[in-house]
DNA sequence: TTAAGTGCAAAGGTTTTGCGAAACT
DNA sequence: AGTTTCGCAAAACCTTTGCACTTAA
């Protein structure tokens, strides 16, 4: 594989913060934060589970989710609550910004659209809450879905 | 209580829905839909259930997650998952519209904001997707949460 | 050396399901 | 009367936790 230069720089940014928080540096949590920072397709906790598994023979699950715990913590992972089956999780980019989501297949992608603010200050106004985070889904069916159901 | 014309002209449409379909009226699901229809509070199931207990001493909640089942998949509900504890459900309103989230006490309001249209359209031709939906998330903190914090 | 992390297995909490009994149409 | 729905209990599922063992610092 090429360097991924991005994903590399995002990956040793992942383990600096490791670092500066004194939280220790094992094996197991260098390869977790690898995936995250190389992932864009928002793994689940199982899905990470599993590709480390072959890498790391005694990996188990409750150390991925003892480790993505740590990072949200640290607001370094965005956790996706889907409502139906797993968790996914984007450490790729911790930065609240909208997914596209595939109600047929379940892929997930990033979108670089950028909700306006003004949406948000106009919500705060209003309300009286102080915002302090967002969440921007947007549902539908993915280009590969669309194409499977016209062909069927 | 004062009829409330608005919550009741949305019991109404949630019961002729069912009437449609030909899915059976109970006195159970009545509740249930008339509960929906009155709440502005995003009651989660187990909310639900506990309010009608009192008037309905046989309910039980597996009954509750079935009728929200069904309104889920008529698209009368809104189901929010927020990832930690319960999911909330918004029978109020079932049009898309962004919610308020108080991480403090758990609060969720309605916001009146219009979410850009264009931020949508922009995605989708972005990506290839066709939306049919969507979710906002505004999460901070509520006013009341804010003043218990400073009165500390 | 010692405090933190790992990993197993068990517990926890929410949601779904199977099935006999009840009840809507 | 014939299905659908109810409601209990059990199962399913995801996630967290307790604890003895291991390991990074």
Redesign the interface.
């Known amino acids: 594989m090429l360097e991924n230069s991005e994903a590399e720089t995002r990956y040793q940014a992942l383990v600096s913060k490791f670092r500066a928080r004194e939280y220790r540096i094992t094996p197991q949590r260098l390869a977790i934060l690898r995936l995250l920072a190389e992932s864009t397709d928002h793994p689940s906790a199982g899905r990470i589970y599993q590709e480390l598994c072959d890498r790391f023979p005694t990996m188990s699950l409750a150390t991925v989710y003892k480790t993505l715990a740590v990072l949200k913590e640290m607001g370094e992972v965005l956790?996706l609550?889907?409502?139906e089956g797993e968790?996914r999780y984007d450490g790729h980019n911790a930065v609240p910004h909208?997914h596209?989501i595939?109600?047929r297949c379940g892929k997930i992608?990033d979108?670089?659209?950028?909700?306006?603010q003004d949406?948000?200050a106009?919500?705060?106004k209003?309300?009286?809450?102080?915002?302090?985070?967002?969440?921007?889904?947007?549902?539908?069916?993915?280009?590969e879905c669309?194409k499977a159901e016209s062909g069927e």
Chains 1, 2 share one sequence.
């Open positions: 956790e609550s889907l409502g968790n909208p596209l595939c109600t992608l979108s670089d659209v950028v909700l306006d949406v948000i106009t919500a705060a209003a309300s009286g809450f102080k915002i302090l985070s967002h969440r921007l889904d947007l549902y539908g069916v993915c280009p669309q």
